[in-house]
């Protein structure tokens, strides 16, 4: 099983963003807020928005389902690549917000 370990490193090199934030309602009854909330990319799947942006460097973001033929879990990507976030596959090594983060 070591050979599947390492396909498994090779493929997947940079971190998965598996979180992403929603801008809607939330918070407790009596202290309701309206912002945005970080949510598991899986609970995002199950609602009725299309608006996701990266927790880390706030680009729009478009889900990911999980795939059993894949072997992937769900995951969120950028729409257009930021080199700035470590989230994402094209990180350059140095941070920064995307170019344009949603708001
Ligand atoms: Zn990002």
């Known amino acids: ?23 809607r309602w939330h918070g407790a009854a009596d202290g309701r807020v309206f912002g945005w909330q970080l949510l598991p990319v899986k609970e995002a799947l199950r609602l009725q928005e299309d ?12 889900l990911r389902p999980a795939s059993a033929e894949k072997q992937t879990e769900a995951y969120a990507e950028h729409y257009s690549k ?19 983060p949603l708001n």
Not at 1 to 21: C, D, G, I, N, R
């Open 1 to 23: 099983m070591t050979t599947e370990a390492q396909v498994e490193t090779v493929s997947m090199p940079a971190a998965q963003m598996v979180e992403v934030e929603v801008k």
């Open 51 to 62: 608006t996701f942006r990266c927790p880390e460097c706030l680009g729009r973001v478009r």
């Open 82 to 100: 930021n080199t700035g976030c470590s989230l994402g596959g094209h990180f350059a090594g140095e941070k920064h917000l995307h170019p344009k």
